[in-house]
């Protein structure tokens, strides 16, 4: 098989043509970087090519020399631009990043890079991570590689749009209410929240750290289990990140579903669009005739996951993104004083970054912090709970990813609050902090895909990859 | 109640952001729209309720109180927009010959 050709199969088709000496490392990072360096999608903001190249020919000269290779050996992939990689420009798509180059590199970069795995490009996404559309970026939106009139969906959607166009055949990317989940829903790719702390946020630029994880998208769900095994366990440097064990996951994708007890979210059918809710529903039919058990689930807090989340996650992003003040790193504005200067650089954030930094700001002020944050923190405890009585009937839960397929370039400008609810379906189990995947759902509308969303309960992605490999295209 | 100009001044204020004015109109209706939103948590009973601060909460875990290594002086000094070598270098925070406070106070 070519290059080209292996770059379309996948991360474990690359690996395993690397590891038997089909392809060389080389090869296949060059054939990637000829098609990062073609990208009309807006879907990268740098391209590393002498990095890529040089750990390309490590790769190489480690198999001529016999040493044995990683899991992720010569696999060319694309890493979302708020993961810090030393050596290499990261902006997360800021004015207030631009330019700088970060000393070290994020954990789960340091582990990818570890098991063989070549860094091509930086994605691009929404300015911080923050919004669903990547249209907030400062350095121009991104363009939906199976319809450019269309957004890819985000944060994430430079990442999502790399995987779909094959620029690379994996990529990482963050999720905080949905953000790589709902990308791989509208641009057909697979896309993986991880429990909240399976993978260390270590150089992650942080947006809302009690929600924000790292999380893989490919080509299939097996590719999403080899990534994630690389990348998931504990480290010292995230204190947040779990000490528990990890799975076997990519033997889960071999599991099937039978004897599993499917939840289905009924309610999340009637709000979705028809057509997307009939693709959803022939997958999870699927699911069932390849043996398990369908019961209908509601969650009855769900509904009020949108006002929690974004009442929480801005708090969060407004105390995180304080340092983002031009003083140790970053362009600053030139002032007459501190205070000057602090505003004078803030203000170069885009309006998405500075309207959820006034609303945290708002939440957390004296005499409102009570009843907006400390009630969303409330009410989290109610998704959570919710969750809780779901699991103790079934073993995953099953609903669309997004009640729509991907929308028009600027449909949503100037109404914010009709943005926010794209993210309906991916907020709860970011609120709970719970795994959940998206599978492409075949196509639903005007040729593009929905996703079905599974979630399962903490650190239980394996159920996630036997039921996302059960329920995806063959 | 209405959000008006003076609370979007203040929020900006706190979280250090200049806007212009036409911002803070928009900021205004935005905010405006988003508590109204935000209404639909004030039905529930949340007596009893535990505050959730963040996921599978054991609390962080702590690691060994010993010296470690850390990123070198010159590395983290080489992204400043101003440094002396030593310190990054930053603008003044009281300007002599004004009442202004330039640095750390509310406004």
């Known amino acids: ?474 | 109640m209405p959000l008006d100009e003076s609370d979007v001044r203040a929020a900006a204020a706190l979280a250090r952001l200049a806007l212009r004015d036409e911002e803070v109109e928009t900021f205004q209706r935005d905010l405006d729209a988003f508590l109204a939103h935000v209404r639909d948590l004030e039905d529930l009973d949340l007596t009893d309720v535990p505050p959730m601060l963040a996921p599978h909460a054991e609390g962080p875990r702590l690691r060994a109180d010993e010296p470690r290594e850390s990123l070198p002086r010159e590395a983290a000094l080489a992204a400043a927009p101003a440094h002396d070598g030593e310190s990054f270098v930053m603008p003044a925070a009281i300007r002599s010959g004004t009442d202004r406070d330039g640095g750390g106070a509310e406004r």
């Open chain 1, 1 to 474: 098989m070519k290059a080209d050709a292996l770059l379309a199969a996948g991360v474990v088709a690359c690996a395993g043509a690397v590891q038997e000496g089909r392809v060389s490392a080389r090869a296949l990072t060059e054939a990637s970087l000829a098609r990062c360096a073609a990208d009309a999608h807006g879907a990268l903001l740098h391209v590393d090519t002498e990095g890529a190249l040089a750990a390309a020919d490590q790769v190489d000269a480690a198999r001529r020399g016999g040493a044995s290779l990683g899991a992720l050996a010569g696999v060319p992939v694309v890493v979302k631009d708020n993961l810090c990689t030393r050596g290499v420009p990261t902006t997360a798509a800021t004015r207030l990043l631009e330019g700088w180059v970060p000393p070290y590199d994020a954990a789960a970069v340091t582990r990818l890079r570890a098991a063989g795995a070549v860094l091509v490009a930086k994605a691009n996404l929404d300015e911080l991570a923050m919004g669903s559309s990547s249209e907030t970026s400062a350095f121009g939106p991104v363009a939906n590689p199976l319809d450019p009139s269309r957004v890819p969906g985000g944060s994430s959607g430079g990442s999502a749009a790399a995987v779909a166009a094959g620029l690379a055949p994996g990529a990482l990317g963050s999720d905080t209410g949905g953000s790589v989940r709902q990308p791989a829903a509208f641009c057909g790719v697979v896309g993986l929240k991880p429990t909240y702390g399976r993978v260390s946020r270590h150089g992650l630029i942080a947006f809302a750290s009690s929600f924000d994880v790292v999380g893989p998208l490919a080509r299939n769900v097996r590719d999403t289990a080899r990534l994630l095994a690389v990348m998931a366990g504990a480290d010292a440097q995230d204190a947040t990140s779990a000490d528990v064990p990890v799975d076997r996951y990519e033997p889960a994708t071999d599991a099937g579903v039978r004897g599993m007890t499917v939840g289905v979210l009924r309610s999340a059918f009637e709000t979705a669009d028809p057509k997307v809710a009939a693709a959803v529903l022939e997958r999870i039919a699927r699911l069932e005739g390849a043996g398990a058990t369908l019961v209908d689930v509601h969650l009855p807090h769900a509904a009020r996951s949108l006002s929690a989340y974004y009442l929480l996650a801005p708090a969060e992003a407004s105390s995180n993104l304080a340092r983002l003040d031009g003083m140790r790193f970053g362009p600053r504005a030139s002032a007459r004083d501190l205070r000057e200067s602090y505003e004078a650089t803030r203000a170069r954030f885009g309006p998405e970054v500075k309207r959820r930094i006034l609303l945290g700001t708002f939440a957390l002020r004296a005499g409102y912090r009570d009843a907006l944050y400390g009630r969303a923190q409330r009410v989290r405890t109610l998704v959570a709970r919710d969750y809780d009585a779901a699991f103790a009937r079934c073993d995953v839960l099953a609903g669309p990813t997004a009640p729509t397929v991907a929308f028009p370039l600027g449909a949503f400008s100037g109404d914010p609050m009709a943005m926010y609810r794209a993210d309906l379906e991916t907020l709860p189990a970011s609120l709970a902090g719970l795994p959940a995947i998206s599978v492409p759902a075949g196509a639903a509308d005007d040729g593009l895909p929905a996703g079905l969303q599974l979630v399962a309960p903490a650190f239980q992605e394996s159920r996630l990859f036997a039921a996302g490999a059960a329920a995806e295209p063959a």
